[in-house]
């Protein structure tokens, strides 16, 4: 499987940015969609974004849409989460995930469609 590490996550106020990073090492980069979820406290992980493996479709939760941007780089093993806008409801721990992809046009959204996640990163959101 795929080791996923994030980071890029932090405390910042609501109408802030931020950028998640997320380093994949371990098994061929471009051969998994990618994917963000979040999970704030006392609330089941919820989809954020997904990506697929090569970059070239990606599919958004309502909640986030025109605000955040799903993006990778195979060369770098890296897929990135670019948050805009922030609100205090995008408070979570933020966790990436990859899926082995079967197809060009796979995008996975469930989280159990993902085999391999990363430790999370906090993101705050203050008002």
């Known amino acids: 499987q795929v080791k996923l590490v994030e980071s890029g996550g932090g405390l910042v106020q609501a109408g802030g940015s931020l950028r998640l990073s997320c380093a994949a090492s371990?098994?061929?980069?471009?051969?998994?969609?990618m994917g963000w979820f979040r999970q704030a406290p006392g609330k089941e992980r919820e989809f954020v974004a997904t990506i697929n493996w090569s970059g070239g479709i990606t599919r958004y939760a309502d909640s986030v849409k025109g605000r955040f941007t799903i993006s990778r780089d195979n060369a770098k093993n890296t897929v990135y989460l670019q948050m805009n806008s922030l609100k205090p409801e995008d408070t979570a721990v933020y966790y990436c995930a990859a899926s082995l992809s079967g197809s060009y046009y796979y995008t996975p959204r469930r989280p159990a469609d993902f085999g391999s996640w990363g430790q999370g990163t906090q993101v705050t959101v203050s008002s």
């Open positions: 371990g098994h061929t980069f471009s051969s998994y969609a």
